[in-house]
Structure formats: structure tokens, C-alpha cells
């Protein structure tokens, strides 16, 4: 699938690392500030429990007196814990305490102070008798009591510095697994993501590779993927689409071109053939030179079509008087369908204008009206008639082509505006079957649309364009 | 006539010029725009026959040319570009008429003849005879040995147009563009209908047709 160099570079991977660093930086603070805030408490609590102490034994050596001090120290000396405890004479000379010595700076100078200590250890003594001593490290505050002896109040802080370290070695710990735990949790994200992602980049590499078919997985689960691969899928269904009738256009035009060229072909061999006269040669050829017109009609139409749905230029667009151009059309049409029985009748609004192009509209008038003409079946006992009309409606100009004839069944009514579609009735009639194609389009590029409509009887063509 | 053709495809001028000359006309040919243009501001020719896409020089450079310098022969545009808005460029630029490829040679020679001003009326004549009919111009009555004729609007601008060019073939497009102001190719015999309806209107009754049909080429109005 991808390696793992491929891997690290995804986006997917390169977020996740971020969001981990980001835990992680968070949390060192987070546990940073907690030990040092609980180490800051313990010092303080330790500092006032020394304050503490030391004002009682002077309480006790000025109401009391020097046994009652001693006796004090004494008592605290030989408790067990953290207590460290020093009394000398006033020259600084060991009387009583758990320490064994005590510098004699801090002896004499009171104040706070930190120091190396050794402490005697109760109840433990070597083979020669001497007390066993235990070092340690202590914050101490040393006074002169009001009888002129030095004391010196401490506590071992060893205890709180062990319970730094704890925290520090907790903190590690935490540190160590958030981390593991995001890799990991972050690892199985990004290969979620990048399944998914990747699902949907094999799905396109299928269909670029020529299988249209194809689409993307969309789950149940709902998401932004799921949106993304309905999306995707909705624009695959249109290409499909769209293909595929690019592809019926190809076939058509393959078709509808192959034919006249075959017939052509046809001609011009039969009049090489040995032994045709100079009549059938001089037949032959006029019937060539006909077909030959009928293709380039074709392909003037095709061509047309294609100019009219790529959009007009801007220079080609003008004031056109819509109903000038219907009555003209309408009005060169009328020998023609009075000759095929058809009463073609004008219901023109005067005076409608618009930005068009005359040319194209009055061709799309031409093959509507020559549709309508070339299709009548004359129903029973019913005047046959066309009308031709233009009219405003709201902010719409409709112009209109409507019959009595024997109209077009609802299903087929939006297939005859496809290029080359022609309905089985009337392949036998002249026609390349582009004629409501190029109606449709012009319609397009005048920013309307075509439809064709019940007429009831018949069929009424509208071209709808806005005004 | 004396025909200048300016076209780079050596084929299709050979074929032209060989169909010209079996109409009557002498053709020089140009296979260049720059010699082309030398050749019509040299020379008095009856008409110019111009291919729009030429090489050296575009064939409507030479028309714009030629039209500053205040020659007036009258153009032909040929092209294969025939899309509405060419035709309009092609015209503006100086061009008198315009044909799109592949043409019908009938065509063509129809409208170089109509095109040529020798032997047409002028302009400002304003009455046309041909043969015992007489079409008035500004009182817009026509009449046939001294016999009205009732026309509609279009079937006098038809007549007028026919007569206008009488003894010279016109053909159908030509009809539309220049009675109808369109240039589609409409795929019904719609100027058949209005011929013969036109037709029945001034020949009837009379022992000599005027309007006559040339078979594979258009109409043609001559006593």
C-alpha cells in the first residue's frame, strides 16, 4: 500500500503528531507545576512546623527553667521521625539533641540554615558502644534562648526531596505512556483516515483507468467522508452521464454520416461501372452532388448546434424585432403549408424586442414551423392549422409553434430535442434530426429553454426566452 | 468578363477557372495574398473572387486595402468559415457578397454575374421593363402589356429583384438572403412555392413565359 516513509509524510500522520506534541508539552507543565507546588507545601508546612516548636521551648525555658528545656528536647530528641534537635550551652557546646555536632557558625548566629548532618540513631549502637550515626540533610532554625542556652530546630528534608523524586518518577511514568498511548491512538486514527482516503484515491485510479462504474464506499457511519463520497459519487453519475451520451452522440453522428457517405460512395461507383450509358453516369452523379448537399447540410447544422451551445460572442448579439422575425417567417412559410393543406395563422404581439441573434432565431423559427408542416397528419374532420405566434409574459418573451396535428407522446417529448433522435414515424422523411436540437440550443444561448408542450390536440413548441 | 480568383488551393482554383472558362470568363489566378493584392491594384479587373484564409496576406486585408485606395471592384468573399458573425465581418470589411465552402459552382457563377455592374441598370433606375412587363419602382405598381398586376409586398420585392437582374440566373440563397435578409439553407422548396405562385401571377394567360426556370441553378426572368 504505501511505505512507511509515505506514511509519515500524509497529513493524516503530520496532524497527529502535532496534536501529541502538543499534549505532550502540555502535560509536562501540568505535572511540573504540580510538584513543585506540593514540594513548595511541604517546605512551608515543614518551616512553620519548626517555628512552631521552636516557641514553645522558649516558652518552656522562660517560664520553667533550664531542666524543664532539657527535658523538653530530650523527649522530642528520642520521638522518631524527622525532627532534628540541638541544645548547647551558651558557647555552643553540646548539652543535649539527636545531632551529634552542629557547625559553629550556626550555632552562634541565629537564623535559618541548611546543612550535612549526622544523627544519632536511637536504640543502635556499634560492638565498641558508640552510637551509629545517620547522615542526612536539614533545614534548621537556631535561636538563643532567653537563658543564654543555643538551640537549634530543624527537619530532615531528605523525606521531601524523596517525595520529589517520587513525583518526578510518577511524572516520567505519565509522560511515557501519554506519549505511547497517542502514538498508538494516533497511529490507529491516521490509518482509519488514510484507509478511507485511500479507498477513495483507488476508486478514482479505476475509473481514470477507464472503468466509469466505479464508486466510492460510502459507510453508515455518516461522516465527512461518507459527505465527501456522496459528493463524489453525485459527480460520477453526471460524467457517467454525460459520456454516455457523448458517446450515443458519437454513434449517431457515426450513423447518420456513414450512411449519406456509404450512398455516395455507392453513386459514384455505379456510374464507373462498365457499361453504363452516359444517362445513367450524368444520374448517378446528380444524385452524388445531392447527397453531398444533404451531409454539408448536416454538418452546417451540427456546426451550428455546437456554435449555438458554446455561447455566443458578444458582437453577435443585437436589438432584434422578435416579431418582425416571426411574421417574416411565418409569412415565408405560408405558400408552403397552404400547398400542404395547412391553414398557418400568426398570433404576433408587435413590437416585442430582444438582445438576440436574429440569424439563429429565425433559423430555430424555420425548423419549428417545418417540422410542424413536415409531420401534420391531418386529423378527422378538423381544419388543419399551425400557429405562429410571440408574446410577452411577465418578464418573458415566448415564442410559440403550435399544431392540431397528432403531437408527440409525453415520453418522447424531451428525446426529440437530442441531436439525431428522430422518432420511428417519421425516419422515412427527409431530415437529419437536428432541427429541435438546434432549437434547444439556440434557446440556450439566448438563456432560455425550449419545451414542447400539449396542445391538445397537437403539439405546441415554445421557445422561452427571458426579456 | 475579367475575373481575378485569389485562392491558395491549387485544386479547386483549377477546377474554377476551368468552369469559368466554359461560362465565358477570363480568369487570373493569385495562390498568394501579397500577389493577389499586387495583381488588383495593377489591373482592371470586372470582379474579384477572394479566399478569406490566404497565405502571406488574409484575404480580407486585401478587400480593406483595396476598399481605402477607393477601388470598388466588386468582391466575392470565399470561405470556409460561414457562421453568421463571419459573414457580417466579411462584409463590413468591403466585401460585396459572400460564399460559404464547399459551394455549388452554379452558385458561385450566379453571383459573380449579378455581382459584375456591367450590363446591370443602374441603381437609381426607377423602372424596370423585360419583355412587356414593367415594374415601377416608385409607384410600386407592375403591369404586363399595359395589364395590372395585383402583388403582395414580398412577391414585388421578389419580381423587382429578378428583374433587376434580368437575363442573369439567381438562385434560391440568393432569393432568401436578399428578399428575406436570411442565410439559411431552408430544407423545404419554401422559394419554389413563392416562385410558382409568383409566376402564376405574370405569365398566366400569356403565350410567352418570362420567369423561367434553370434546372440546377435558380430562376432567371428574360423576354
Do not use: C
Not at chain 1, 288 to 301: H, R, Y
Not at chain 2, 108 to 137: F, H, K, N, Q
Not at chain 2, 185 to 190: A, E, G
Request: charge should be negative.
Amino acid at each position: 500500500m504505501r511505505s512507511l516513509p509515505q506514511i509519515l509524510r500524509t497529513t493524516t500522520v503530520r496532524l497527529t503528531a502535532t496534536f501529541i506534541l502538543i499534549f505532550v508539552v502540555f502535560s509536562v507543565a501540568l505535572l511540573t507545576l504540580i510538584a513543585w507546588q506540593s514540594s513548595y507545601q511541604i517546605q512551608q508546612q515543614q518551616t512553620a512546623d519548626i517555628d512552631r516548636e521552636v516557641r514553645q521551648l522558649e516558652r518552656i525555658d522562660r517560664r520553667q527553667g533550664i531542666r524543664a528545656i532539657a527535658f523538653a528536647v530530650q523527649r522530642l530528641s528520642s520521638q522518631p521521625g524527622p525532627g532534628i534537635y540541638f541544645l548547647g550551652d551558651p558557647s555552643g557546646v553540646y548539652l543535649l539533641g539527636n545531632i551529634a555536632s552542629v557547625p559553629a557558625e550556626i550555632i552562634l548566629e541565629p537564623g535559618v540554615y541548611s546543612f550535612d548532618y549526622e544523627r544519632f540513631r536511637p536504640f543502635d549502637v556499634t560492638e565498641e558502644g558508640e552510637a551509629k550515626l545517620r547522615r542526612g540533610y536539614a533545614v534548621v532554625r537556631s535561636v538563643q534562648l532567653p537563658s543564654g542556652m543555643r538551640l537549634v530546630v530543624g527537619r530532615d528534608v531528605v523525606e521531601r526531596q524523596g517525595f520529589t523524586a517520587i513525583i518526578i518518577q510518577a511524572f516520567l511514568a505519565g509522560v511515557i505512556g501519554i506519549l505511547l498511548f497517542s502514538l498508538v491512538a494516533g497511529g490507529i486514527t491516521a490509518r482509519r483516515v488514510l484507509r478511507r482516503i485511500d479507498a477513495i484515491s483507488a476508486t478514482s485510479s479505476k475509473i481514470m483507468s477507464g472503468n466509469l462504474s466505479e464508486r466510492v464506499p460510502v459507510t453508515r457511519r455518516n461522516d465527512e467522508f461518507d459527505g465527501l463520497a456522496t459528493n463524489l459519487n453525485a459527480m460520477l453519475e453526471r460524467i457517467e452521464l454525460l459520456m454516455q451520451g457523448l458517446k450515443e452522440v458519437t454513434d449517431n453522428v457515426a450513423h447518420d454520416l456513414k450512411t449519406p457517405l456509404t450512398r455516395l460512395r455507392n453513386q459514384a461507383e455505379s456510374a464507373l461501372r462498365a457499361g453504363a450509358g452516359d444517362e445513367d453516369r450524368r444520374k448517378a452523379l446528380e444524385t452524388t452532388i445531392a447527397e453531398s448537399d444533404k451531409l454539408i447540410q448536416t454538418f452546417n447544422a451540427l456546426l451550428m448546434i455546437a456554435r449555438a451551445e458554446a455561447g455566443a460572442p458578444s458582437g453577435t448579439l443585437a436589438d432584434v424585432d422578435i416579431s418582425a422575425v416571426v411574421a417574416d417567417v411565418a409569412e415565408l412559410y405560408m405558400p408552403v403549408a397552404e400547398d400542404a393543406g395547412i391553414e398557418l395563422a400568426t398570433e404576433v404581439t408587435e413590437d416585442v424586442h430582444l438582445r438576440a441573434n436574429r440569424e439563429l432565431i429565425g433559423q430555430a423559427i424555420v425548423n419549428l414551423i417545418e417540422n410542424a408542416i413536415k409531420y401534420y397528419e391531418p386529423a378527422e374532420g378538423k381544419a388543419a392549422r399551425i400557429v405562429v405566434g410571440v408574446r410577452r409574459e411577465d418578464e418573458r418573451v415566448l415564442i410559440e409553434v403550435a399544431d392540431n396535428g397528432p403531437g408527440i407522446p409525453p415520453e418522447d417529448r424531451t428525446r426529440v430535442l437530442e441531436r439525431f433522435v428522430r422518432l420511428e414515424k417519421s425516419r422515412t422523411e427527409p431530415g437529419s434530426g437536428l432541427g429541435l436540437s438546434l432549437v434547444d440550443a439556440v434557446a440556450h444561448l439566448h438563456k432560455g429553454t425550449f419545451r414542447i408542450e400539449d396542445n391538445d390536440p397537437g403539439v405546441r413548441a415554445v421557445i422561452d426566452l427571458p426579456g | 468578363m475579367k475575373i481575378l480568383l485569389i485562392e491558395d488551393d491549387r485544386e479547386a482554383a483549377s477546377y474554377l477557372i476551368q468552369a469559368l472558362d466554359e461560362a465565358g470568363h477570363i480568369t487570373h489566378h493569385a495562390t498568394d495574398g501579397e500577389t493577389g493584392y499586387a495583381m488588383a491594384s495593377g489591373m482592371d479587373y470586372d470582379i474579384l473572387i477572394v479566399d478569406r484564409m490566404l497565405p502571406r496576406r488574409d484575404g480580407l486585408s486585401i478587400v480593406e486595402s483595396l476598399r481605402a485606395e477607393g477601388d470598388k471592384t466588386p468582391v466575392l468573399i470565399l470561405s470556409a468559415l460561414g457562421e453568421v458573425d463571419d459573414r457580417v465581418t466579411g462584409l463590413r470589411a468591403g466585401g460585396d457578397d459572400y460564399l460559404t465552402k464547399p459551394y455549388a459552382f452554379t452558385e458561385l457563377l450566379a453571383r459573380i454575374e449579378v455581382l459584375a455592374r456591367r450590363s446591370s441598370p443602374s441603381e437609381a433606375a426607377t423602372t424596370y421593363e423585360v419583355g412587356g412587363l414593367v415594374l415601377d419602382r416608385l409607384s410600386r405598381k407592375v403591369e404586363r402589356d399595359g395589364e395590372p398586376i395585383l402583388l403582395q409586398p414580398r412577391e414585388f420585392r421578389l419580381l423587382e429583384y429578378l428583374m433587376k437582374n434580368a437575363g442573369k440566373v439567381v438562385t434560391r440563397t440568393m432569393l432568401l438572403e436578399n428578399v428575406w435578409d436570411y442565410h439559411f439553407d431552408p430544407q423545404t422548396n419554401v422559394i419554389d412555392v413563392h416562385m410558382s405562385r409568383l409566376r402564376a401571377k405574370i405569365d398566366k394567360g400569356h403565350a410567352s413565359p418570362l420567369l423561367q426556370t434553370v434546372r440546377g441553378a435558380g430562376y432567371m426572368i428574360r423576354d
